[in-house]
Nanobody
């Protein structure tokens, strides 16, 4: 499986960014897709995910500000981030959830994309 996240950059607090992740090597439409992030000096943490039916689930820290969507025709998953805060600064990764897997079993990752929020 190959995942390539893109769209990161430098943004001021309160601003917005949209990340995208292109997925290859997996039957995309049958997989729940997740977003994770890793802040400097910290462990990688769950941000949210989207099921095959389009149902979404978010970490409390981003609920109401971030929105995940998917395009099965293009094998892409997106993360719309609004009202960004300095605490959102991190490298963002997308990942694939195995069939009937749990949130502890995501894989793929790729290189990630850096989001820096200036306060």
């Amino acid at each position: 499986v190959q995942l390539q996240a893109s769209g990161g950059g430098l943004v001021q607090a309160g601003g917005s960014l949209r990340l995208s992740c292109a997925v290859r090597g997996v039957d995309f439409s049958t997989r729940t897709m997740g977003w994770f992030r890793q802040a400097p000096g910290k462990e990688r943490v769950f941000v949210g995910d989207i099921s095959t039916s389009g149902a979404t689930y978010y970490a409390d820290s981003v609920k109401g500000r971030f929105t995940i969507s998917r395009d099965n025709a293009k094998n892409t998953v997106s993360l719309q981030m609004n009202d960004l805060e300095a605490e959102d600064t991190a490298v963002y990764y997308c990942a694939v959830r195995p069939w009937r897997g749990t949130r502890n079993q995501y894989y793929g990752w790729g290189q990630g994309t850096l989001v820096t929020v200036s306060s």
